[in-house]
């Protein structure tokens, strides 16, 4: 049979023309599924960038975020003299001022504040807590005010009831002829969960001490002050929330502030557990109830074992520090740790905070009552006494933790409303949002090592112009943030616009804060 050559060619080429049709075609479909597949990793990319201001609000009439201040009491036998210097007292008082905290914790007992007989020594015992109070007073500074422990004849169970009457005598003596009106709460009997508490934590003690207070009040003209409690030692668990179920069945509307101590670990708040633990205690808080943190700290054990072991070489190296002591107040991601602990509170409806504490030279350290010893509890914003007790002025100077704490009490006041922020899926990153009377702070910290890009956003507010603040925690214990002459924040840049609508790139670096507001 003849072959016909030419249709063989004809052939061959249509068929390499139809595999290269096909490749092509080929070709064109996975280049389109390729830029489908690329278009939606970038647009998961970008989502995940997002920090999104919404307009859920979180809590409101926030009660603030602010201190433990109060002793002072060993100053007497440490200096020979009533109380501190003018001018030491001076210098707290223009840091206070920039603090500018709505809410501040003082305590005392028996023997320090008033003879347990219902005489008051004004001239020594007191002079430190009057010029607290005063200065409270005259700031409409919330406190609560209250006592380590309750007093007991023979064993705890046997409340001594002469002891409740003249400590109520005496809150009334500060409320009503004093005229300290800002003491809203009474916290009787601190840690009364704790096996180191008055109570040796026995709820059943702790709830007779605040009824037979609570009837001694009703002697006097004492209805603006309430209790605050139960003042629970959690630490990192949420395995007390019975505490709270009781204390509301048991006390009812007596009870104006509920509150917890927390001194979790750093990976428990860095890795946002903390949050989860808060939420179980703020979801067993009476519906019509703020709750609070009552102390705040951090302590580290086993799992921040590096820490752990930091901290007791550096209390060894101090002849000051005493055994209860955190000596990362001198380093800047101790900031950086409490931001995102004061942060992780308001975002889970906590009404404030009281971070401890205020100063080293409130406290020594053991509590056994031996008021000679001169090893201080060092977790202080500075130490007031450094040239008068250790002979180092330095230590007067301000530590790095005060710079977000001061921003985060400062610029989120009382009676704010609290609002949710949606946060991209990155470790360490959180951010609250404060508004009152028209004006509000953005806080926003990333406690994780790694930098992000992040897309500020608000589907609630649309523009607006802000003051920025930045503190960025450097490996070596420094940090960076603007600072004036007294060491007090200020921002970075003034007079931001930011487009929210549209959205704001920027960069959140590793161990990092950034407040964004314009309150004044």
Not at 60 to 77: A, E, K, L, R, S
Not at 143 to 172: P, R
Not at 288 to 295: F, I, M, N, P, R
Not at 425 to 434: E, I
Request: glycine share 6%; net charge negative.
């Amino acid at each position: 049979m003849q072959v016909d050559t030419n249709t063989i060619k004809m052939k061959k080429i249509n068929i390499k023309y139809m595999i290269s049709f096909l490749l092509s075609l080929m070709l064109v479909f996975t280049s389109c599924a390729d830029d489908d597949v690329n278009d939606k990793i970038t647009e998961a990319v970008q989502n995940n960038r997002e920090i999104t201001i919404t307009n859920e609000v979180v809590s409101t009439n926030f009660v603030g975020n602010g201190v433990q201040w109060g002793g002072y009491d060993v100053v007497p036998t440490w200096l020979g003299t009533e109380t501190l210097s003018d001018a030491d007292w001076n210098t707290l008082f223009q840091r206070i001022d920039f603090l500018r905290p709505p809410f501040l914790r003082i305590m005392t007992t028996s023997g320090w504040a008033y003879d347990n007989n219902g005489v008051y020594d004004e001239t020594a015992k007191t002079t430190s807590l009057f010029k607290m109070l005063d200065y409270a007073q005259s700031r409409n500074i919330e406190i609560t005010f209250g006592e380590w422990g309750h007093q007991s004849i023979g064993d705890i169970n046997t409340i001594d009831m002469d002891w409740i009457a003249n400590s109520v005598k005496f809150l009334n003596h500060l409320v009503n002829e004093k005229g300290y009106t800002v003491i809203k709460t009474v916290n009787i009997i601190n840690e009364p969960n704790g096996d180191w508490a008055s109570t040796k934590g026995s709820y059943d003690i702790w709830k007779n001490v605040q009824v037979a207070y609570i009837a001694e009040m009703a002697n006097y003209s004492l209805s603006s002050v309430k209790l605050m409690g139960p003042d629970i030692a959690v630490f990192n668990t949420a395995s007390q929330t019975d505490w709270f179920t009781k204390t509301e069945a048991d006390l009812g509307d007596n009870v104006g502030l509920y509150d917890i101590h927390v001194y979790p670990k750093q990976q428990l708040v860095r890795n946002g557990e903390f949050a989860d633990m808060l939420r179980a205690y703020k979801n067993n808080t009476p519906a019509d109830k703020q709750v609070v943190l009552g102390e705040i700290g951090f302590k580290y054990d086993a799992v921040d074992a590096t820490l752990k072991l930091e901290n007791e070489i550096a209390i060894e190296e101090d002849p000051f520090a005493g055994e209860d002591s955190n000596m990362m107040v001198y380093k800047a991601f101790y900031g950086i740790d409490m931001a995102d602990a004061l942060i992780q509170s308001m975002r889970e409806g906590f009404s404030g905070s009281l971070v401890w504490n205020m100063d080293d030279a409130m406290y020594n350290s053991p509590d056994n009552g031996d008021y000679q010893t001169t090893k201080l509890k060092r977790w202080g914003f500075w130490n007031i006494l450094g040239e008068e007790l250790t002979g180092d002025a330095s230590d007067e100077a301000i530590r790095p933790y005060f710079y977000p704490v001061s921003l985060l009490t400062r610029y989120f006041p009382a009676g704010s409303d609290i609002y949710n922020v949606e946060l991209p899926n990155k470790k360490g990153v959180r951010a609250v949002v404060g508004m009152k009377d028209g004006k509000y702070t953005i806080a926003i910290v990333n406690s994780h090592y790694a930098t992000y890009e992040i897309n500020l956003k608000s589907d609630f507010i649309s523009n607006a112009t802000l003051n920025k603040y930045s503190y960025k925690s450097n490996s070596d214990g420094s940090f960076v943030g603007a600072v004036d002459a007294n060491d007090f924040a200020v921002p970075l840049e003034t007079g931001v616009n930011l487009n929210f609508e549209a959205g704001e790139k920027m960069i959140l670096e590793g161990e990092s804060f950034m407040l964004f507001t314009n309150m004044d």
